[in-house]
């Protein structure tokens, strides 16, 4: 299970692409380049990115002609245009972001991990922070370690990574779980909460499940 999230910087200016490349790679994320928007082609294909960076000015092919052959992938687009309309159109026209040149790099940092964190990577896992659920397999990974989780436990942590920034009442978590898992009901929901969120804990010694005292549980957001 791939865990280290991959970054394609697609931009032909060489210096800020190597300032990208040293940050992302500090913070963790494997760094793959282009410098032109038919190159970028070819490497979406053999690296297989998790988010891409996208300049608009290339050579070749340029950005709003890129943007549309990516599919599947998050595009946060950096460029220098400012021009509303165009930000409008490219937002429209399949970018999840746009920020713009010169950037604080603690901004788009933040932007990054916003992509990756409480989101689809793709159709068959669920993220959230450094949790990996494979629902094909409903297998849950943190870094690469394995989290062995009953069947109501793994029921109940799909649902809160589905819904990362909303409480979940007990009462629709109840009502969404019990027709795979029967022995999930009011009593017990405490007891299998506090199983997963010690589980979990035990793999990154973080809490990854916060209650809402009278309403219900969510996934706990930095």
């Known amino acids: 299970m791939r865990t280290i ?29 282009a ?14 990115p998790d988010l891409i960076l996208l300049d608009l000015m290339l050579p070749g092919l340029n950005g709003e002609e890129v943007l549309p052959k990516i599919k599947d992938i998050p595009v946060i687009v950096v460029s220098a245009k400012i021009d509303i309309d165009n930000k409008v159109n490219l937002l429209l026209g399949g970018a999840v972001d746009y920020i713009t040149k ?53 029921a109940i942590l799909k649902l ?8 979940v009442t007990k009462s629709t978590i109840l009502d969404k779980i019990s027709e795979d898992t029967p022995d999930c009901v009011e009593s017990s929901l405490k007891v299998h909460i506090s199983n997963l969120r010690r589980k979990l804990k035990n793999i990154s010694d973080k809490d990854y499940i916060e209650s809402v005292w009278g309403i219900g549980f969510k996934m706990r957001e930095e």
């Open 102 to 154: 010169p950037f604080n790099i603690k901004e788009l940092l933040a932007r990054i991990s916003i992509q990756f964190r409480n989101k689809k990577v793709n159709s068959n896992t669920i993220n959230f922070d450094d949790i990996v659920m494979d629902i094909n397999s409903h297998m849950v990974y943190i870094d690469d370690k394995l989290v062995k989780l009953t069947k109501t436990e793994y």
């Open 160 to 167: 809160l990574m589905n819904n990362p920034s909303q409480v």
């Open 5 to 33: 999230k991959r970054i394609l910087v697609i931009d032909d200016d060489i210096s800020i692409g190597d300032m990208l490349q040293e940050v992302l790679e500090k913070q963790g994320y494997k760094v793959f380049r």
């Open 35 to 48: 410098y032109s928007g038919t190159e970028a082609l070819f490497v979406i294909k053999s690296s297989k």
